[in-house]
């Protein structure tokens, strides 16, 4: 299994970003996916998760309204749209894909099996 995110950059604050997650999971589409992300010095914490049905989701509350996350079941895609960044957003991405099947969306890390090598954002003031 690999997932392989891409889209990571330099922005400016108050700009836009779109993140995208490349999965060669077969239960693809029975998996919630996520993304969380680590700045320097700290913890991993979620962002947003959306269920294998794509029909519901999940967001960190510092980030509601401005990111939004959606899936490609067809193309084993998921993506983060980041709009409206603030240096706070600054981190490194990644994707991760729930290993519970047919689930909901969790804020939990350890409820995802299979983690993407991250990808870079970084917003300058």
């Known amino acids: 299994v690999q997932l392989q995110a891409s889209g990571g950059g330099l922005v400016q604050a108050g700009g836009s970003l779109s993140l995208s997650c490349a999965a060669s999971?077969?239960?693809?589409?029975?998996?919630?996916m996520g993304w969380f992300r680590q700045a320097p010095g700290k913890e991993r914490e979620f962002v947003a998760a959306?269920?294998?049905?794509?029909?519901?989701?999940r967001y960190k509350d510092s980030v509601k309204g401005r990111f939004t996350i959606s899936r490609d079941n067809a193309k084993n895609m998921v993506y983060l749209q980041m709009d409206s960044l603030k240096p706070e957003d600054t981190a490194v991405y990644y994707c991760?894909?729930?290993?519970?099947?047919?689930?909901?969306?969790?804020?939990?890390?350890?409820?995802?099996?299979?983690w993407g090598q991250g990808t870079l954002v970084t917003v300058s003031s």
């Open positions: 991760a894909a729930d290993g519970r099947l047919l689930s909901g969306t969790s804020d939990l890390s350890r409820d995802y099996i299979y």
């Open positions: 959306i269920t294998w049905s794509g029909l519901n989701t």
């Open positions: 999971l077969r239960t693809f589409s029975r998996n919630a």
